[in-house]
């Protein structure tokens, strides 16, 4: 059996991959890609965390499909956002919206 | 109806009649007058049935009829009032009575009742007359109705009031209320004819005096109270009480006195007031610029005796610890005063020419025989001559008010300008007005004392007597010659009015007043008479105990009944030599005096007549003394009190209240609130303008910083937790 170590370094890969993907990328469809790749790290740990240390109750489990659900109601409000700024500005480059400068 | 009952209700008839007319009846002329009378009457009536009831009883003078009645909590026990009605009572209300009955319907005469309205009369000046046209189309004048007609009228009904209540009330403090009701009547009355500038001034002077008197006099009852706890009579004049009072040393030991002696001064000094006793007595005569009944009613029978009889009712505590020699100090003050005030008001009373103001210093005069058979301990000839004296002084300025009345008459018919007051304008006014003339010597004689036949020659005999028998020689001999002067300047007023031959048109066309005016005459005269003939002594050669003797009844009202004089010749032919001489040198004088000539006495007694006309300058002096320095308070010195003082305070705050703004403004204000206030502007400004290049509006700036801040902390917190 795959030790909990591997799972672990696995996720943190995975979630490194996603922040990577967040800081540097410029197109916001990019990022909320990478966004995702974090959230999914998370699942990850999770549900290796249930199956080694506790198996009999299915929090992580739960736990994970709560991430699922609002992960996806994110990327829903994420795209319409992006949809309509692409409308008003006509780009999806996250450094070309910096409307919140002082 | 209880007899207690009905003594409290003695005083309400006058004053609902006062009500009633200031409210409601005050435009009807003879509803007011009536409602005046009828109340005057009912009081009357009921002074006559309680008289009747007590007449009847053994021994009334030990058992009075009292009452009492709790008015309101002081402390943890009650005010209590009450009526009394012993026989010094009966004896006042009695002639109280009596007089303001008359009065009030000689009053309705004397206001010309009936008559038209003046042709330019008006409110606070005495009337005009009216023009009036006969059947033959003359047009001649004749007097007018007073315009303040049913005011007069509502002010009496508030008078009868205040002297109801003081004399049936057994309270001092209630006694005090009904006294000082009289004086606002007296200033109202005095100052009837308000517009009429010497008429307010004499007002004002007259409530101005006798507050003097009054405010030492509330200082007595305060002490009196605070003494003994109560100011019932009847709680007061008992044995314990009395000498405890005059065993103990007044507060603060004030010259020596007992507390009974401290009281009894202050007392006698609010008679001192109200009697118009000397140094006090100066309003009384100008009081005399009010209609005659007023004069009458207030400044001779009614208000004026109240003085007197309050030092009679309170003799006990004023003769506390008197053991029948050596007078105690409250009768050494009033033998003093009352003597001096006799015989120095009775010198005045020669040099005057208007009719009114002889008998006001004559009214002086006979209440300071009052006051001074009182200070020698002659309480019942006090109380006698009290009684007498106001049913005489009464009829007296009655009749001088129907002369008064004539003469105005005669000066309207003649149109000539003339004093209708001056005696040396009339002159044989005995043939014009012969009630009036017989009334009036009937009252004259009375307070001359003519022997044997008049009331007055009784109660002034039994003050001589009393001075005699007593052996207080400057009281009895300065009593004497005051009794020759009275007689003297009593005869002078008759001879000059109603004698020889008119000395003025105006005199020549007077003519008899109205019944309403000349039936009280009557009626008085009678009283001036008879009324003597109840205090006639026992002892009296021939005439003694024909008749009881009631007035000695009053000595009944004291704790301990004050005993008979012996009869003594000499003290009664002192009487009868001074009456009959006096009157008889007054005629003497006067009888030929003619129209424009000065008085007979003037060139004789030369400086001292002009000193008498002139009042020894009391007037004069007590202007220098108190009228101008209080007018100079109260003009120039204020003035520059105002000025200089006050306005200085002010104008110096004034001057502080920059510097001391401009020292905040300066040193607090500016540096530290404000200062304080821009500094945290300042820094938050300037913290915003250095933190703003981090907000560079881009997100993955922000992630970046967040990221570096997360790990930094993570380290920070690494090293501090683990290690």
């Known amino acids: 059996m795959i030790p909990l170590s591997w799972y672990l370094i696995f996720a943190a890969a995975l979630f490194c991959i996603g922040l990577y993907t967040v800081l540097v990328r410029r197109n916001a469809i990019i990022i909320l890609m990478g966004i995702e790749l974090m959230l999914n790290a998370v699942n990850v740990n999770l549900v290796a965390f249930w199956r080694y240390v506790n198996p009999q109750v299915i929090a992580g489990q739960v736990f994970a499909v709560m991430v699922f659900a609002v992960a996806a109601a994110e990327v829903a409000v994420g795209l319409a956002i992006f949809i309509s700024l692409y409308r008003r500005r006509n780009t999806v480059a996250a450094d070309e919206v910096d409307l919140m400068k002082w | 109806m209880t007899i207690e009952s009905m003594i409290w209700l003695i005083p309400l008839a006058p004053i609902l009649a006062f009500f009633i007319i200031v409210l409601f009846t005050n435009r009807s002329k003879w509803l007011s007058h009536t409602l005046a009378i009828l109340a005057a009457l009912t009081s009357a009536v009921m002074v006559f049935w309680l008289i009747s009831k007590v007449l009847s009883t053994e021994h009334f003078g030990e058992h009075p009829i009292q009452s009492y009645l709790p008015w309101f909590p002081a402390g943890d026990s009650w005010f209590t009032i009450s009526v009394l009605v012993d026989p010094l009572t009966i004896l006042t209300l009695f002639f109280v009575a009596v007089t303001i009955l008359m009065i009030f319907i000689y009053s309705v005469g004397y206001h010309n009742f009936g008559a038209p309205k003046g042709d330019h009369d008006r409110p606070g000046l005495q009337p005009h007359g009216a023009t009036v046209s006969d059947a033959h189309g003359h047009k001649h004048t004749v007097m007018s109705i007073e315009p303040m007609y049913s005011r007069f009228f509502a002010f009496f009904g508030l008078f009868a009031f205040g002297m109801y209540l003081l004399v049936t009330t057994g309270n001092l403090l209630v006694l005090f209320i009904g006294w000082e009701i009289m004086g606002l009547c007296s200033y109202l009355l005095i100052g009837f004819w308000f517009a009429k500038p010497s008429a307010r001034a004499a007002g004002i002077k007259a409530f101005l005096t006798t507050r003097v008197a009054d405010v030492l006099m509330l200082l007595g009852i305060a002490y009196l109270y605070f003494a003994t706890g109560t100011l019932n009579y009847k709680e007061i004049f008992v044995p314990e009480v009395l000498e405890g009072l005059a065993a103990t040393p007044a507060i603060g030991n004030i010259l020596g006195l007992s507390a009974a002696g401290l009281i009894g001064i202050l007392i006698v000094i609010g008679t001192i007031g109200k009697s118009s006793q000397w140094p006090l007595h100066v309003w009384l005569p100008d009081a005399m610029e009010g209609p005659t009944p007023v004069s009458a009613m207030i400044h001779a029978a009614t208000m004026v005796s109240a003085g007197v009889y309050l030092v009679i009712r309170f003799f006990p505590l004023l003769s506390a610890g008197w053991d029948g020699h050596g007078l105690t100090a409250p009768m050494q003050l009033m033998a003093f005063i009352g003597t001096f005030t006799a015989i120095f008001a009775a010198t005045i009373a020669i040099a005057q020419n208007d009719v009114k103001r002889v008998l006001a210093y004559s009214t002086i005069s006979q209440l300071g025989f009052m006051i001074a ?351």
């Open chain 2, 373 to 723: 058979a009182l200070g020698i301990g002659g309480y019942i000839a006090a109380a006698f001559h009290l009684m007498t004296h106001a049913f005489f002084k009464a009829l007296l300025f009655l009749g001088s008010g129907s002369v008064i009345h004539g003469v105005e008459h005669g000066v309207l018919h003649t149109g000539d300008h003339i004093d209708p007051q001056d005696m040396f304008n009339m002159g044989g006014l005995r043939k014009k007005m012969p009630v009036t003339f017989w009334t009036f010597l009937v009252g004259g004689f009375a307070l001359a004392g003519f022997p044997i036949l008049t009331a007055g020659f009784w109660s002034k005999d039994e003050i001589l007597a009393d001075a005699f028998i007593h052996q207080h020689w400057p009281v009895f001999i300065t009593l004497a010659v005051a009794a020759l002067i009275t007689a003297f300047y009593t005869m002078r007023q008759i001879t000059l009015t109603f004698l020889g031959q008119p000395r003025t048109k105006a005199a020549e066309h007077a003519h008899e007043s109205h019944w309403t005016m000349t039936l009280p005459l009557v009626i008085l005269a009678i009283f001036a008479v008879v009324i003597g003939w109840a205090g006639i002594p026992e002892e009296f050669p021939v005439l003694g105990g024909i008749l009881p003797n009631v007035v000695h009844v009053v000595g009944e009202s004291l704790p301990e009944h004050p005993e008979a004089i012996p009869f003594n010749w000499l003290p009664l032919l002192t009487s009868i030599v001074v009456s009959l001489g006096g009157l008889f040198l007054g005629w003497l004088v006067y009888r030929n005096v003619k129209a424009g000539q000065p008085d007979p006495l003037a060139k004789p007694l030369g400086p001292i007549w002009t000193v008498l006309k002139n009042k020894y300058y009391f007037d004069e002096l007590y202007d220098y003394i108190f009228v101008r320095p209080a007018k100079w308070m109260a003009e120039d010195f204020a003035i520059w009190m105002d000025t200089n003082v006050i306005d200085g305070i002010l104008h110096g705050i004034a001057s502080v209240g920059p510097i001391l703004g401009s020292f905040f403004r300066n040193y607090i204000d500016k540096p530290i609130v404000n200062g304080f206030g821009d500094w945290i502007a300042d820094v938050t400004r300037k913290m915003g303008v250095s933190l703003r290049v981090i907000q560079t509006g881009r997100i993955q700036q922000y992630m970046l910083m967040a990221l570096v801040s997360l790990v930094a902390f993570g380290v920070v917190f690494y090293l501090l937790l683990v290690q």
